[in-house]
């Protein structure tokens, strides 16, 4: 069984950054695509952020291009989001999640992902 476990979220003010961690465990963490995505009350979740098993590829949402960079270190099993310039609309729970197929390229759509962390609250405030 998989089990991503997120954590670096909290308060912060706007202009400021975070980085959040998912810690992976249950398979082989090196050769799945790995996904970011947020969800804010009362909104859907969204796609974030995106890369592919090796890290050599990356994709963003629009609304985070420039400011958010998703990584992995597959040494540790650990996928990163470093988030900048955090404004108030990034305000959500973030959620960590393992691509289906392995040995592919980075995935956007929600129903790529088979497995999800329980997530970490980022609050930016104004």
């Known amino acids: 069984q998989v089990q991503l476990v997120e954590s670096g979220g909290g308060l912060v003010q706007a202009g400021g950054s975070l980085r959040l961690s998912c810690a992976a465990s249950?398979?082989?963490?090196?050769?799945?695509?790995m996904g970011w995505f947020r969800q804010a009350p009362g909104k859907e979740r969204e796609f974030v952020a995106a890369?592919?098993?090796?890290?050599?590829?990356?994709h963003y949402a629009d609304s985070v291009k420039g400011r958010f960079t998703i990584s992995r270190d597959n040494a540790k099993n650990t996928l990163y989001l470093q988030m900048n310039s955090l404004k108030p609309e990034d305000t959500a729970v973030y959620y960590c999640?393992?691509?289906?197929?392995?040995?592919?390229?980075?995935?956007?759509?929600?129903?790529?992902?088979?497995?999800w962390g329980q997530g970490t609250q980022v609050t930016v405030s104004s």
């Open positions: 249950g398979r082989t963490f090196s050769s799945y695509p």
């Open positions: 999640s393992a691509g289906r197929v392995p040995y592919s390229n980075y995935v956007v759509p929600l129903n790529g992902y088979d497995y």
């Open positions: 890369i592919n098993f090796s890290g050599g590829r990356t």
